[in-house]
């Protein structure tokens, strides 16, 4: 199941992380999944599931998030950036020592039946909220204004999209920790963005690297490095992806 799942969850990274790039959010995603640490700490602290907890710190903090970026004019990044620093201090002084490691770049441990099917609603949600406000998404990208003029809430549609990067990033916790959770939203994306310009083909591009990095990680982690701990190995593979997309960039140009 958590081989299954952790499938899904990079497509669903390579789709989510697409729209990201295009809305010149890459930095703010890297730093939105750190808003789970807190969670994530007090859980451990707690004795309880480390996902609900950091489920409930990284949702609070996106909202938070969007209400900053409406109230004082700040850009998405600048408020990321507030509350990010807060999160981090909170979760790197909440977290046991032991514990730490867990939680900052995850486990790949047997997953149950419930969690499997949490997971895939999970998944399905993501994609059928991107699939559904493709052209919104499409229309805000290139200008606000006229997303707004045509009936557009590009408020509402700006809090949803955040709604689903935060749930992205909570169905990769498990396999990446709060380190890392947000990469393969990010890589992958900057690399199909590197191989083509057309739409169609970058979305496809940037799920295919992002599933490639899942598989070839999880393998090497396995078979080679026999640990559970394959999040590091994962954003390794995808990097290597990102910098053989520069060479043949740089062959065509």
Request: with cysteine.
């Amino acid at each position: 199941y958590a081989v299954m799942l952790a499938a899904l969850f990079a497509v669903a990274a390579g789709l989510v992380g697409s729209v990201a790039l295009m809305k010149r959010m890459v930095l703010a995603s890297d730093v939105i999944s750190h808003l789970a640490l807190p969670g994530l700490g007090i859980a451990y602290l707690l004795k309880g599931n480390p996902l609900i907890g950091g489920g409930a710190t990284l949702f609070l903090g996106t909202l938070l998030v969007w209400q900053l970026q409406k109230k004082s004019g700040l850009a998405t990044d600048s408020s990321i950036g507030v509350v990010f620093a807060a999160s981090l201090g909170i979760g790197a002084l909440v977290t046991p020592n032991e514990d730490l490691l867990e939680a900052l770049f995850g486990n790949f441990e047997k997953l149950s039946l419930f969690g499997f099917l949490l997971g895939t609603a999970a998944v399905i949600l993501i994609v059928a909220f991107i699939i559904q406000m493709k052209d919104r998404l499409i229309l805000d990208l290139f200008s606000p204004e006229l997303a707004a003029a045509t009936g557009v809430n590009v408020a509402r549609l700006d809090l949803g999209f955040l709604l689903v990067f935060s749930l992205t990033v909570l169905v990769g916790l498990r396999f990446m920790g709060a380190l890392l959770s947000s990469a393969l939203i990010i890589i992958p994306a900057a690399t199909a963005r590197q191989l083509t310009g057309r739409m169609t083909q970058f979305v496809i591009v940037s799920c295919v690297a992002s599933l490639v990095s899942v598989a070839a990680g999880f393998l090497i982690s396995t078979l080679i490095f026999k640990t559970a701990t394959v999040g590091p190995t994962i954003v390794i593979v995808a990097v290597i992806l990102f910098v053989l997309s520069l060479f043949r960039k740089t062959l065509d140009g």
